[in-house]
């Protein structure tokens, strides 16, 4: 039997999957995150799943064909700002790009918006004489001198990781190239990360952004993967584990470490692999146009996916600093389970974004924790029992969420406890109403023509309300929704992606350079999939570029169905198309201005899914475990309410509500006049007569 094992570090709990290659079968382990020492949590993990598996470590990670990882040491470095010692060596006169950034605020309006604070000190950022003009033309020669006085500083105040980000380098790296090389030479121990390798495209701030983030955080990635690789092998695995990227593909180590900013904000972007794979059931992989929504313990994450595939962007930020990576387009708010709700200083309710996460966690986990959290209103509520919650392997405490709700919301605001706990869900629910209106309304697309798959482990609970507020008729809960992007992460596509600027305009576009750019792209991909010891068979492509119409400031990344041209008018027809998608109109006859030309090559990855066969008995009152008092809607209304086991549940049950599924790891609440149909792979639910 081979194995596939995604490893997915949350807030709260790290989410471990393990599915049969053979039989597609799969399996949610959780144990509780250890922020001091992530890599602690995943053996803690590990451990779970050999007791309930009956094996040893050995044993279960030398059957393993694939382990894929999403790990947030990077983004974790960003955040707490604990990253090493960083010097940045930038083109002379431009030392001070990361604090004039792209001369704009996010919010014009806020007044007392923070600016982002660089990760460099301005001491260590030096200018370096020399000059690459925009056509890739050298003005003037590279300042050696400039650099040996840098690498004379940079010893005296012990930098452990540097970045170079000249002008013009995304057209001629040459510069970068020779800068590295006399910094090997006299500082061989640092590693150095170049712009022009980790964002070969237009804008200063940005290119110079992403190579300082790579810089800061590649130490404590590099650390912390080799951690990883070496308990793996000495555990027997015998391949190249793999890392998820935020383009929501997966990539052996070596290949991250070469940009290590593309592990930031990683771990959600596997959840669109997830909802493809359990869409497939029910859709041909070209129709399946969906909204993926993740509720975890810290966050509700929501990404867009049409005609099979996620949505992307190059406006992913963390902390304020832009990655310029193509990255999954995912909003993600602070509405997790372990959200705390509290009242604000104008005397209001209100939800997140702080969380209690796995220390000390929600105040029903008895681990110390005293606010109230979303997990301790669905305790109240009745959504989620304290004997059942992750198949009885962790009891809450009732009363903990009861005392917390009503000292901290219902004492205050005069409400009872129950109706406190249901203000806390509807805030919840109505900040994520607004992440999925963000991902579709605000991206031209009407949420009523999708589905909408929820996972996470609560997300099933919340999915009812979301589906009926934003007029979505049907969504599917996958039976591993509390490992929902860890089983994404055992699906995911390997994917290598490319980037090369060629500034063009419609008018005078060489077709010959376009199908010649894309073709050494796709050479090089082949390459190094190859390198990587990662088979091409296979393989398929997907092409974009980014243009714009003349004088527009943005420019739309642009899918594309191919990657060789003939005729100009075929090649912009792409754009016209996606530009009149999102913004319900086009410009034919102006001119288009093209920027960057992208690959991205995909060595599909996803299990065979079984075809259903539905059981001609529809009655599932066997799997019925017991019933209980459950508050629904607005009003709160107390109803008597059937309690199944999910693991009872066969394809072909149709659950009617008012009625709660528990599973092993998650669960679904299915509200009066909604129903749900059991499928091998997830639940198929239905609002109204639908």
């Known amino acids: 039997m081979s194995l596939r094992i995604g490893i997915d570090i949350g807030g709260t709990f790290t989410d471990i999957t393990v599915a049969d290659e053979t039989t597609g079968d799969v399996q949610v382990y959780k144990s509780l995150s250890v922020p001091s020492d992530p890599l602690k949590g995943i053996t803690n993990g590990i451990a779970v799943v050999c007791q309930e598996m009956g094996i040893d470590e050995d044993a279960l990670i030398s059957r393993c064909a694939r382990i894929v990882h999403g790990n947030t040491i990077g983004t974790n470095a960003i955040i707490q700002r604990n990253g090493p010692v960083t010097g940045l060596l930038g083109t002379k006169g431009f030392r001070d790009v990361l604090e004039f950034m792209d001369g704009t605020k996010p919010d014009p309006f806020d007044l007392r918006m923070e600016r982002p604070q660089p990760l460099v000190p301005r001491y260590l950022r030096l200018g370096i004489g020399g000059r690459i003009d925009y056509s890739g033309k050298e003005v003037d020669t590279l300042a050696e001198a400039d650099i040996l006085g840098a690498i004379e500083l940079f010893k005296k105040e012990n930098v452990e990781s540097i970045a170079v980000a000249y002008l013009w380098s995304q057209v001629n790296p040459i510069h970068e190239q020779k800068t590295r090389e006399l910094l090997g030479l006299h500082l061989p121990d640092v590693p150095v990360l170049l712009s022009s390798d980790v964002l070969p495209q237009l804008r200063e701030w940005d290119r110079t952004s992403a190579s300082v983030l790579c810089a800061y955080t590649y130490p404590a990635v590099a650390g912390y993967l080799d951690r990883f690789r070496k308990y793996l092998v000495e555990h027997g695995f015998k391949s190249e584990p793999l890392i998820i990227q935020c383009n929501g593909g997966s990539a052996p180590i070596e290949h991250i470490l070469k940009i290590p900013s593309k592990s930031i904000g990683s771990g959600p972007a596997a959840a669109p692999a997830a909802a493809v794979q359990v869409a497939s059931e029910f859709f041909s992989r070209d129709d399946i146009n969906a909204i993926s929504v993740d509720m975890g313990g810290t966050s509700f994450d929501v990404g867009l996916i049409r005609n099979g595939l996620p949505t992307f962007t190059r406006d992913l930020r963390i902390a304020g600093m832009p990655l310029g990576s193509l990255a999954t387009d995912i909003i993600s708010v602070g509405a997790g389970g372990g959200s705390i709700a509290f009242i604000d200083p104008g005397g209001a309710l209100a939800v997140g974004p702080r969380s209690a996460g796995a220390e000390p966690g929600p105040a029903c986990y008895g681990l110390g924790g005293v606010d109230p959290t979303v997990t301790d209103a669905f305790v109240v509520l009745g959504y989620v029992h304290p004997d059942t919650f992750l198949g009885g392997r962790f009891s809450l405490d009732h009363s903990k969420a009861l005392q917390a709700i009503e000292k901290n919301i219902a004492n205050p605001l005069g409400l009872s406890v129950i109706d406190a706990a249901a203000g806390i869900i509807r805030l919840a629910n109505f900040k994520m109403v607004k992440a999925i209106e963000s991902v579709s309304v605000e991206r031209g697309v009407d949420p009523r023509g999708t589905i909408l798959v929820a996972g996470g482990g609560a997300g099933g609970i919340v999915v009812g309300a979301l589906a009926e507020e934003v007029g979505i ?40 350079e376009v199908n010649s750019l894309f073709s050494e792209l796709e050479t090089q991909a082949l390459s190094d999939l190859n ?97 209980r008092a459950v508050y629904f809607g607005v009003e709160t209304t107390k109803q008597n309410t059937a309690i199944y086991d999910g693991t009872k549940l066969l394809p072909g049950h149709i659950v009617k509500g008012p009625a709660v599924i528990e599973e092993l790891t998650s669960g679904i609440v299915i509200a009066p006049g909604h129903r749900v149909m059991v499928n091998r792979t997830g639940y198929d639910y239905r609002l109204g007569k639908n």
């Open 473 to 512: 008729d049907r969504a599917i809960i996958p039976r591993v929704a509390g490992g929902y992007s860890a089983y994404g992460m055992t699906v995911v596509d390997v994917t290598f992606d490319y980037t090369r600027t060629h500034a063009a305009d419609s008018d005078k576009i060489s077709l010959d």
């Open 531 to 627: 390198l990587s010891g990662i088979s091409t068979e296979g393989v398929r492509f997907q092409w974009f570029y980014d243009a714009a119409y003349w004088g527009q400031a943005h420019e739309l990344i642009v899918p594309l169905s191919k990657g060789r041209f003939s005729d100009i008018n075929d090649l912009r027809s792409f754009f016209d198309a996606e530009h009149e998608r999102i913004y319900t109109f086009k410009m034919p006859d102006d001119k288009v201005n093209f920027f960057h030309w992208r690959l991205n090559a995909i060595v599909e990855s996803g299990i065979d899914v079984e075809e259903t066969v539905a059981l001609a008995q529809t009655d599932a009152s066997e799997a019925m475990r017991e019933q």
